[in-house]
């Protein structure tokens, strides 16, 4: 696997299919996901060297066309985003303040993961994939007040403002708020 990886989210699971053929069929790149997710929308991950994965992903752009929902292409993934996208995050009781970013999109969450954690000094605690949500994605950081709020606002640039859903600083957080994302995947 390489140090690039791309997301392409379609509106449309039959379109999904047909998008995810002429990618494979364009470059040889790994396969991380090809599956539907709610709102029956449907959702490709591939990884491999940076320009194989950008050719992929401009098959499956195109074979999306007006169904493509959004994409990205990070030519450099920070290795916890890859590994989240991968395997799911490690899910860990965070310590410090905690930064909070939702999207509408996963590429957009992952997008903003990504740049988060390269712009500052934090932990990836989550990073959610539209699993149960609707088909959105939200990231939960942690870290010094500063670096985290250095890296929500990198997060939001990158993930774009107009897939925000919503975005949270706890500067302080009583103690009740750290041990959710540890719960959460402790219950997976």
């Known amino acids: 696997m390489g140090p690039a990886l791309a997301v392409l989210e379609i509106r449309s699971i039959a379109r999904g299919y047909f998008a995810l053929d002429a990618l494979a069929k364009r470059a040889c790149v790994q396969v991380l996901h090809a599956e539907p997710i709610s709102p029956g929308k449907f959702w490709i991950a591939v990884a491999g060297g940076e320009a194989e994965?950008?050719?992929?992903?401009?098959?499956?752009?195109?074979?999306?066309?007006?169904?493509?929902?959004?994409?990205?292409?990070?030519?450099?993934?920070h290795e916890e985003v890859r590994r989240a996208v991968v395997e799911g995050p490690r899910r860990s009781t965070p310590d410090g303040s905690i930064g909070?970013?939702?999207?509408?999109t996963l590429s957009s969450a992952i997008r903003a993961a990504d740049a988060a954690l390269k712009c500052a000094d934090v932990t990836l605690v989550d990073l959610h994939l539209a699993r149960g949500i609707g088909g959105k994605g939200y990231l939960v950081l942690c870290g010094a007040l500063p670096d985290v709020e250095a890296a929500l606002e990198a997060g939001l640039t990158?993930?774009?403002?107009?897939?925000?859903?919503?975005?949270?600083?706890?500067?302080?957080?009583?103690?009740?708020?750290?041990s959710v994302p540890a719960r959460r995947g402790a219950a997976r």
């Open 158 to 178: 990158s993930g774009g403002e107009e897939h925000l859903v919503g975005r949270e600083l706890l500067a302080n957080p009583d103690e009740c708020v750290p």
């Open 100 to 104: 909070v970013l939702e999207f509408h």
């Open 53 to 77: 994965v950008e050719e992929a992903l401009e098959a499956g752009v195109s074979a999306a066309a007006d169904a493509r929902l959004d994409h990205t292409l990070l030519p450099y993934v």
